[in-house]
């Protein structure tokens, strides 16, 4: 539907170009209000029980033209009423229309316009306009403006979308930029993302999985070049048909395509005071198949980052407090490469096959001056040079192919294999008070990650007010994790640590699912869709002391979505239930002290929590603004939970694992509102507000299990506003605050990030220079965090230097004629395992900050 509504504002506005006649109708903006396009949140066309068919053919042929724009004008004011596409026999119907005059237009590229004048409908009259020929013409335009774009935020029925190719300042950014300014997601100043509170979400790429996000949201964001993102679909109620992991719902992230024919290549290119990017895309097509290909360089430096950390703890009657002081800096190169192919094996059959590498190489360094004050002994001041690697490497490729029968009733087999090689490996000096070396330790973690997954899809419409959806999936994962822990003296070789845990994690993961999904929409504007999905996964895990008893577990996952739009308002209601498993840090046993006062170890025999999420939604149009208010409540038990407890064998240490024994529940809010102060300036405010409780246990002075609670408001907004001017300036501000987080034994301090960018087109478009500063007002940026237990209190502050600018120049090259698009292959759409935080501190308090996704 997006390309159709796209399509049919493109070919209105050629068509005002090219015809006196039609250049009267108020589409490019003039004196008249700028008219929503229908089926659209801004839509607020009156709705009646008319009908008009159609068809449209070549004069020449005789055959019908798909895709073919179709539009309905009051012919008394000359306002777009409505709109639509023919299908692929060149047939259309526009319904549900006031009795009325019309006119109507009917126009595509390469052909002649034809206006269908004298139009007069009576209520409830199903008019049969009949053959509408069109012939070729071969006018060409040397510059085309489009002014019909989509709203920079828009509302469907079961998602939020943020049109991010509207985004001006996040150009030479990556996705981080992006996320940060969609509507009820909260991304933090290490690039954790969450919705609504919970960090436990799916995030796709172009509806599909891969191994890159599997192992950390937050590094993966890093390797998408912000300006390659078209949209980002925040899915807060999935249907049946998505898998069911992901309890707080599904982030897709849209790159963009298109349907020219020829040869063209993109360069872009930026350079800041914190990082560069590169990057080159190109694309060939010609008739019925079509190459892409594309790669992406991204460098990021000057990133400090500075620590302070005290901490009391008590072991066995003995009270230590521990002061810690840290400076940091990190670097990095991410890679993003591409190569594309499909090709349309007849006029409803294509097939899609694509290969995909993404390369990490992050390196962070920190010195870190701890002081150890235990009673009974004297203070003990030790200095620490650590040098963290993390790498990977990330190989997607995809088969896919899909058979469009009619409109809406289609069927589509998706093959997919990922792999993921990761290493996690530090290495550290360690220094007494007088900064001479005592030591060395060493620990390596590698993990490979793959997975082959196979589904099939098929739906059809039952009559013309129902549609039925049903499919199936199997996926196969295998995860391997090879760790150990090495310690040498200064001048030594490298020996294993026997006080530590070595060896190595197997974990096969096989899922095999099944799901139909069922859609109903009334005469009057009800909307219902209902499915039910199952899955049920195979655990085959061990470790180097036998196997680890998970086992296996089936799930039934309900979804309901009923929507229902009424004098200009639209209400949702949703219910649906999500699975999440664990993730494969916080099932990984290895030891990772990396700062040996914070200690995190994962536990393999973690089990899934379940979700029940419910959702109220209202939104409505008043005028120029548009505002969304959105309801949910969000219980989960048998939860994911950190265990933090003091060390026994290691002074004034904090050792982190994870166990099931939590229950998070959250309800909330979070309201929008766009306001469209002029046809060239746009604002825009966001909140998100939501209590949260959290229980969970912790260790006593006894040694026993202890349950411990918190709760609390989670608070955060921000604002937007974006303006076009003369000869191709632009300009767009963005500021967003997050209040205090609560966590299960505390809270984490707020922050707050803003950016202000302009833009200068030159050259018909073909080329763009822009310049962006990011929170140039402020020098760092403190997050404070607080945790207490019965065993230990810690105040950690990190000091986050993030003050940047950046220059960004973009340039086209190559010659490119418009094609009509084509429904190409699905792809699989794995979206059943967790993401988190990749060790961030949680802003849900429940759920673990894990650097992993679930084992793939």
């Known amino acids: 539907m997006k390309m159709t509504k796209l399509l049919l504002t493109l070919t209105i506005v050629l068509t005002s170009l090219l015809s006196p006649a039609f250049a009267q109708f108020p589409i490019t903006g ?42 309905l004008y009051n012919k008394a004011n000359g306002q777009a009423v409505d709109g639509t596409v023919a299908d692929e026999k060149g047939k259309f119907a526009l319904t549900k229309i006031v009795a009325g005059d019309y006119k109507v237009l009917v126009s595509f590229i390469g052909y002649g316009n034809k206006t269908l004048d004298n139009i007069k409908l009576e209520k409830g009259q199903e008019l049969d306009l009949g053959v509408i020929s069109l012939s070729s013409n071969t006018k060409t335009l040397n510059e085309v403006t489009v002014t019909g774009q989509a709203a920079l935020i828009e509302e469907k029925v079961d998602r939020l979308v943020y049109n991010a190719e509207k985004d001006i300042t996040a150009k030479g950014g990556d996705a981080t930029d992006i996320l940060r300014k969609v509507p009820l997601l909260t991304v933090d100043l290490d690039g954790n993302v969450s919705l609504r509170g919970s960090q436990n979400i799916r995030v796709l790429i172009n509806n599909k999985p891969s191994t890159i996000i599997a192992n950390s949201v937050a590094d993966a964001l890093k390797q998408i070049p912000a300006d390659q993102i078209k949209s980002v679909e925040v899915i807060t109620s999935p249907s049946a048909k998505y898998d069911a992991e992901g309890s707080g719902g599904i982030i897709n992230i849209i790159t963009k395509k298109n349907s020219l024919q020829g040869l ?31 790669g992406f360089g991204r460098g990021i430096y000057n990133t400090v980052t500075k620590t302070s950390l005290e901490q009391s703890s008590t072991v066995e009657n003995i009270a230590t407090t521990t002061r810690q002081t840290g400076d940091g800096s990190s670097h990095g190169l991410f890679g993003n490469y591409n190569l594309g192919f499909d090709y349309d094996l007849a006029k409803n059959q294509s097939i899609t096959a694509g290969v995909k590498y993404g390369v990490r190489n992050f390196s962070n360094q920190q010195d870190l001056i701890t002081r150890l004050m235990k009673t009974g002994s004297s203070d003990v001041v030790t200095s620490r040079n650590v040098d963290a690697k993390n790498l990977s490497g990330t190989v997607d ?94 001048t030594g070789d490298f020996r294993p640590e026997t006080d530590q ?179 060239k300036i746009n604002v825009g405010l966001f909140a998100n507000v939501f209590y949260t409780t959290l229980t969970g246990q912790t260790i006593g002075q006894n040694g026993l299990a202890q349950e411990i609670n918190n709760n609390g408001f989670n608070v955060s907004g921000g604002i937007f506003s974006q303006a076009t001017f003369k000869n191709g300036w632009g300009a767009q501000a963005f500021g967003f605050m997050q209040g205090n987080q ?54 950690n502050d990190v000091y986050l230097y993030n003050r940047g600018i950046r220059l960004t120049f973009t340039y086209k090259i190559g010659k490119m004629t418009m094609d009509a698009p084509k429904k190409k292959a699905k792809s699989v759409n794995n979206d059943d395992v967790k993401s988190d935080g990749s060790g961030g501190q949680q802003s849900g308090g429940g759920a673990p900050a894990s650097g992993g996704s679930a084992p793939r």
């Open 264 to 294: 063209n290549l993109n360069i872009d290119t930026g350079v800041g005071n914190r990082g560069s990017m590169l990057s080159l895309n190109g694309g060939y097509r010609k008739g019925k198949a079509g190459f892409t290909i594309g």
């Open 397 to 490: 490729v995809n088969l896919d192919y899909l058979h469009t029968f009619k409109p809406q009733q289609e069927w589509s087999m998706s093959t997919l294999y990922s792999r993921n090689d990761l290493t996690n490996d530090f290495d550290a000096n360690l220094l007494n008070g007088s900064k001479e070396l005592t030591s060395r330790q060493r620990n390596l973690n590698k993990n490979i990650n793959q997975e082959f997954t196979f589904q099939s899809d098929y739906q059809t419409p039952i009559k013309k007010n129902q549609l039925l959806e049903f499919g199936g999936k199997g996926i196969f994962r295998e995860v391997t994790s090879a760790y150990s822990f090495l310690t040498a003296e200064p």
């Open 742 to 795: 609560v966590q299960l034994q505390g809270n984490q301090g707020g922050f707050g990030f803003y950016t202000l960018g302009v833009k200068k087109e030159f050259g018909n478009k073909k080329g763009s220079v822009g310049l962006a500063a990011e929170n140039f007002l402020s020098k760092r940026y403190n997050i404070h965090t607080e945790l207490t237990s019965i065993q230990f209190n810690q105040v």
């Open 30 to 71: 003039g004196a008249a209000k700028p008219k929503a396009l229908p089926g659209t949140a801004g839509d607020q066309s009156p709705k009646g029980n008319s009908k008009i068919t159609g068809t449209v053919t070549d004069s020449a042929s005789s055959k019908g033209i798909e895709f073919v724009s179709i539009a």
């Open 501 to 679: 845990p070595a060896g190595d994690l197997t974990y096969h993961q096989n899922i095999a699912a099944g799901y139909t999904s069922y859609t109903y929409t009334t005469k009057k504007r009800y909307t219902i869709k209902g499915g039910l999905r199952y899955e049920h996964t195979f655990i085959d895990a061990s470790t180097n002391e036998g196997t680890v008893g998970v086992g296996n577990y089936g799930v039934l996952v309900p979804s309901v979505n009923a929507s229902k739009t009424f004098k200009g308002t639209t209400v949702k209601l949703a219910y649906n239930r999500r699975i999440q498993r664990p993730g494969l840090q916080q099932l990984n046993p290895n030891f990772n002290s990396a700062n040996p006062q914070n200690i995190t170890i994962g536990n393999p025999e973690l089990r899934p929590e379940l979700t029940n999420n419910f959702e109220l939604g209202l939104s409505k149009n008043i005028k120029k603004t548009f505002i969304n208010a959105t309801f949910f409540g969000r219980v989960t038990n048998n939860a994911i939970s950190q265990v933090r407890q003091p060390s026994d064998t290691l002074a004034g240490a904090i050792v982190t694992t994870f166990e099931n024994i939590g229950k998070q529940h959250a309800y909330g809010t979070n309201l929008f509102a766009n306001v469209a102060a002029t046809s």
